[in-house]
T-cell receptor, first 108, second 114 residues
Framework: GQQLNQSPQSMFIQEGEDVSMNCTSSSIFNTWLWYKQDPGEGPVLLIALYKAGELTSNGRLTAQFGITRKDSFLNISASIPSDVGIYFC????????FGKGTRLHILP | KAGVTQTPRYLIKTRGQQVTLSCSPISGHRSVSWYQQTPGQGLQFLFEYFSETQRNKGNFPGRFSGRQFSNSRSEMNVSTLELGDSALYLC?????????????FGDGTRLSIL
């Protein structure tokens, strides 16, 4: 079946550093989505990408839809404490498939 | 605009009981999907409903069922509860079915089985 490989599984960074995470698949998707989940809450949509090659920003967040339509990355610039959480990618075609998440920790 | 609302937020049940969880989608959204989230398995797709019909189904046993009403609200039922059913159950809604409508999640129902 379709699977998404999201990496890294977890990251420990210093406040102010930039963050990069990505998702790859053997399948082609029509849409890539990035979500963030805080403890005790549901995932919140950060960025939606609809076209191969598309680069979209949302504040300090930037995501790109890979030109092969099989991958996507998310960058966070100048991380701050509230960026802590779990980030999920999702590829959407006939069905939506989620990555297993990247847990972001920020060291004081 | 109100988001996706799930009730109850927390639930404690014992093995063998059944449970019904409720989801009210964002106004105007017609598609509702359910997921089970556990620390080890991530987000596991249960099923999707659109226009009161189940359109997609994940790999869960028949103890897991759902339905959607004419106002797009959805319920999920789990019968004969097992310890392994302890999880966060998330509902997500989207405008329509298919690959061009992003899903928006509720805050989930945390189900604990004793």
């Amino acid at each position: 079946g379709q699977q998404l490989n999201q990496s890294p599984q977890s990251m420990f960074i210093q406040e102010g550093e930039d963050v990069s995470m990505n998702c790859t698949s053997s399948s082609i998707f029509n849409t890539w989505l990035w979500y963030k989940q805080d403890p005790g809450e549901g995932p919140v949509l950060l960025i939606a990408l609809y076209k191969a090659g598309e680069l979209t920003s949302n504040g300090r967040l930037t995501a790109q839809f890979g030109i092969t339509r099989k991958d996507s990355f998310l960058n966070i610039s100048a991380s701050i404490p509230s960026d802590v959480g779990i980030y999920f990618c999702a590829g959407q075609g006939d069905k939506i498939i989620f990555g297993k998440g990247t847990r972001l920790h920020i060291l004081p | 605009k109100a988001g996706v609302t799930q009730t109850p937020r927390y639930l404690i049940k014992t093995r063998g009981q059944q449970v019904t969880l409720s989801c009210s989608p964002i106004s105007g959204h017609r598609s509702v999907s359910w997921y089970q989230q556990t620390p080890g398995q991530g987000l596991q797709f249960l099923f999707e409903y659109f226009s009161e019909t189940q359109r997609n189904k994940g790999n869960f046993p028949g103890r897991f069922s759902g339905r959607q009403f004419s106002n797009s609200r959805s319920e999920m039922n789990v019968s004969t509860l097992e310890l392994g059913d302890s999880a966060l159950y998330l509902c997500a809604s989207s405008l329509g079915q298919g690959g061009d409508q992003p899903q928006h999640f509720g805050d989930g129902t945390r189900l604990s089985i004793l």
